[in-house]
Nanobody, 121 residues
Framework: QVQLVESGGGLVQVGGSLSLSCAASGSIISINAMAWYRQGPGKQRELVAG???????RYADSVKGRFTISRDNAKNTMYLYMNNLKPEDTAVYYC???????????????WGQGTQVTVSS
């Protein structure tokens, strides 16, 4: 069974840094695009950053220049390096990936359980 697990969330002060990781495991044939989403209290879930298999990236304007997304295809793992954190970055961060599962003929979207990031003033 395919599973995505995030780790690395926690409490950090304004201006600090934090690194998140997302590991995919299970009967995986291949992983296409991967992305980080976040959802603050009472807010809609929004795309933070996305990355293709080849390493092409896209960022939300609110995090551009501060966050860096990367992936290690050999480890089926994605990372988000967050720098100069602001209070508005406080949210639950979710890993998302389009995965071709063993025994399937098409990709589908999978979500991790989320990890809390809290930026204190």
């Amino acid at each position: 069974q395919v599973q995505l697990v995030e780790s690395g969330g926690g409490l950090v002060q304004v201006g600090g840094s934090l690194s998140l990781s997302c590991a995919a495991s299970g009967s995986i044939i291949s992983i296409n695009a991967m992305a980080w989403y976040r959802q603050g209290p009472g807010k809609q879930r929004e795309l933070v950053a996305g990355i293709t298999t080849g390493g092409i990236t896209r960022y939300a304007d609110s995090v551009k220049g501060r966050f860096t997304i990367s992936r290690d295809n050999a480890k089926n793992t994605m990372y988000l390096y967050m720098n100069n954190l602001k209070p508005e970055d406080t949210a639950v961060y979710y890993c998302n990936a389009e995965i071709l599962r063993g025994g399937s003929i098409s990709y589908r979207s999978y979500w991790g359980q989320g990890t809390q990031v809290t930026v204190s003033s």
